[in-house]
């Protein structure tokens, strides 16, 4: 059985909806196929078309299976027609026609499609009632068609003052009112041109044609002059304005064509998609500012609005008057009572609420939940096409952000998926070292029936303690890594002096391992000194394992230090070993690492990355450089303190947070 595949003719309306509907019941009914959705992009039609209405049915198209496809020809039939045979279409959707006199002559584009589909079924789809009826909207503007009713009253009067001057006939006077009625249909369109006309033929009858002052006429022959030039008149006029129009739409395509290319290059300049587009629509429609807003999420504060993540009064959004379009409007999408959320602005609406229910703001809607909003500009209708386009775009950048954070959270698991891999395979042989020392040692100690001399046990407690001290260290370790990896850590950041963080970490070690030359007025950073006194203490501890036997030294770094384009204070950790390859100096950083491949005894390989899993949420650096004459040396780099005690909220912190203890901190 040969596999279904229909293809439906999208005119660019919400028409497109019932028919992408109508294709999914088709396929259902039939096992399977595939939907082709072809919009034909017409010349006369493009001013109607909803970006809006093809976008959502693109998407459609796409959640079914299909796939969409745009085409600009002159003939939409022939072009559906060609598409469907190269496609070896079993069907054809077609909507139906909203001009009735094309139905009723047979030349609407679904008459065309029945004709010449041969052996394809052809569907024509009813429009639904409440779609049928559509309101004329001109193309000229209302000041245009003021002013052409005005000069079709006056310019005719005019001409038949120029004609009284001198002796003329009928057919002079006719031609020189049919200049008149092409004029007005020029300024203001048809139904101005086809007054001026009948008001002509009245003064050409009453002034031109005999007997004269009378609108009685007495030539059969200058009836039939008079309706000629009646009906001449408003055929021209209906060119003439068809003409104007076209021209005025080809006009605005143009303008909207080049604005979009505007819109796409100024987005892809900036760092952040989203707000390059609601920069370029304030430029676009002069607006004040510009906002992308969205409902809170269920919970939040009633009766507020978002701003960057923080709660707002709305200050009225739920009256539901919103404006032109606004969220009030309809079915259920106005704001009610309840909290927004402002995702992206740009202008005056830039760390400030945006209120939708003010003066001259437009609303424009990207979903059902979201919506672009201008503040202190109404859109006109003829705007209102290209203002759908800019929702259509801040909708892709929408999906655009959701897509990234999908990707980031993916990348998180699988990388806590390594970690607890290697978390595994660490516990599985890495500490059975020192419980397999634990257990031998305490197991002996235990024996009934051996002796064993005071120097024996002594041994033997001792390496009981430095199992437990070694376990511990790893353990620990893990733990730290585990919380890095959640991204649990959060410091409690305050002024903290270096020589109080280094007299700290050496408690642990052996005494006179390290040389301290540290500046007796090094300014205090901003850190956590518990994190930072585990950093010193891991980076001591990997300098004295690595370069056994060698002058570890901890020294302040020059002054000047910059971080991120501010101060910051410098410690350096050196040592003169056998230093690391530059190739290297990246993958010692990385959990589980160890330098050329060491016994597992001296670790398990997570003593730097924690310390820089902990420098890092203090918004500082860890690097590594080359000792002059051999050796690494470990430079620290942290902000310098603001002088604000740990414990106290500080707006003034980057990021505006308040600070936390850390994770797992007392």
């Known amino acids: 059985m040969a596999r279904e595949r229909i293809v439906i003719g999208l005119n660019g309306s919400d028409d497109g909806d019932l028919l992408v509907h109508r294709a999914a019941k088709l396929l259902e009914r039939a096992g399977g196929g595939e939907i082709l959705a072809i919009h034909v992009r017409t010349p006369s039609g493009a001013g109607s078309e909803s970006p809006h209405a093809l976008e959502s049915q693109r998407r459609q198209v796409a959640e079914l299976g299909g796939s969409y496809h745009a085409l600009t020809a002159g003939d939409v039939s022939a072009a559906l027609l060609d598409y469907a045979r190269a496609s070896r279409a079993t069907h054809i959707l077609v909507g139906q026609s909203r001009r009735r006199f094309t139905v009723l002559s047979g030349g609407s584009v679904e008459a065309r499609v029945v004709r010449g589909a041969g052996d394809i079924d052809v569907q024509v789809v009813p429009r639904p009632v409440a779609a049928r009826s559509r309101k004329r909207r001109t193309g000229l503007g209302r000041r245009r068609v003021i002013a052409g009713f005005a000069l079709a009253a006056v310019l005719p009067a005019g001409l038949q003052l120029l004609l009284a001057v001198f002796d003329h006939s009928v057919a002079t006077a006719a031609l020189l009112q ?66 104007a129009r076209r021209s005025k739409e080809a006009s605005t395509a143009r303008a909207e064509a080049a604005t979009l290319a505007d819109l796409a290059l100024a987005a892809s300049r900036e760092e952040d998609n989203l707000k390059g587009l609601l920069a370029e629509a304030v430029s676009v429609f002069g607006a004040d500012g510009a906002a992308v807003v969205t409902r809170a999420p269920s919970g939040a504060e009633a009766d507020g609005v978002m701003v960057d993540g923080v709660m707002v009064d709305d200050g009225g959004l739920a009256d539901g008057g919103l404006g032109d379009g606004g969220l009030g409007d309809g079915g259920g999408a106005g704001p009610g009572s309840g909290a927004w959320q402002v995702i992206a602005a740009a202008g005056d609406a830039t760390g400030r609420p945006v209120m939708p229910g003010g003066p001259g703001t437009t609303v424009e809607p990207v979903d ?40 980031n959270e993916i990348l ?255």
Request: hydrophobic share 45%.
């Open 178 to 243: 049919l200049a008149g009625a092409v004029a007005v249909a020029l300024v203001g369109g048809l139904w101005p041109a086809v007054a001026g006309a009948l008001w002509s033929s009245l003064l050409v009858n009453y002034f031109s044609t005999p007997p004269l002052y009378d609108l009685a006429i007495r030539d059969p022959q200058d009836v039939l002059s008079l309706a000629v030039f009646a009906g001449v008149a408003v055929a021209v006029a209906g060119v003439v304005d068809r003409s």
């Open 368 to 407: 059902g939940e979201t919506f672009l909003v201008l503040a202190g500009r109404t859109v006109p209708p003829s705007g209102r096409r290209l203002l759908a386009a800019f929702a259509v775009h801040v909708k892709a950048q929408l999906e655009r952000r959701q897509l990234a954070a999908t990707r």
């Open 412 to 666: 998180r698991l699988a990388e806590g998926n390594i970690m607890r891999t290697a978390i595994l395979r660490a516990v599985s042989h890495d500490l059975r070292t020192p419980l397999a020392g634990i257990k031998l040692a305490a197991g002996g100690l235990l024996q009934n029936g051996v002796s064993y001399t005071r120097a024996e046990q002594q041994d033997l407690l001792e390496t009981i303690d430095a199992c437990t001290d070694r376990l511990d260290l790893l353990v620990g370790n893990l733990l730290d890594m585990s919380r890095i990896t959640a991204q649990s850590v959060e410091p409690l950041l305050g002024p903290v002096r270096w020589t109080e963080v280094v007299d700290a970490a050496l408690r642990g070690l052996p005494a006179g391992a390290v040389t301290v030359a540290l500046p007796a007025n090094m300014p205090p950073v901003d850190a956590d000194p518990g994190l930072l006194e585990r950093v010193v203490a891991n980076i001591l501890e990997n300098a004295l394992k690595y370069a056994a036997g060698s002058r570890v030294v901890v020294a302040g770094g020059p002054d000047g230090s910059v971080l991120d384009g501010h101060p910051c204070g410098e410690l350096q950790i050196i040592d003169h070993g056998p230093g690391v390859p530059a190739r290297k100096v990246v993958d010692m950083f990385r959990p589980f690492q160890r330098l050329d491949d060491r016994s597992q005894s001296s670790g398990i390989g997570l003593g730097l990355s924690v310390a820089q899993g902990f420098i890092q949420s203090m918004r500082g650096t860890l690097t590594a450089a080359e000792t002059p004459g051999g050796g690494l040396t470990m430079v620290i780099r942290l902000p310098l303190s603001t002088g604000i005690p740990a414990g106290i909220p500080a707006a003034g912190y980057p990021g505006g947070r308040e600070p936390t203890t850390a994770a797992g901190q007392p």
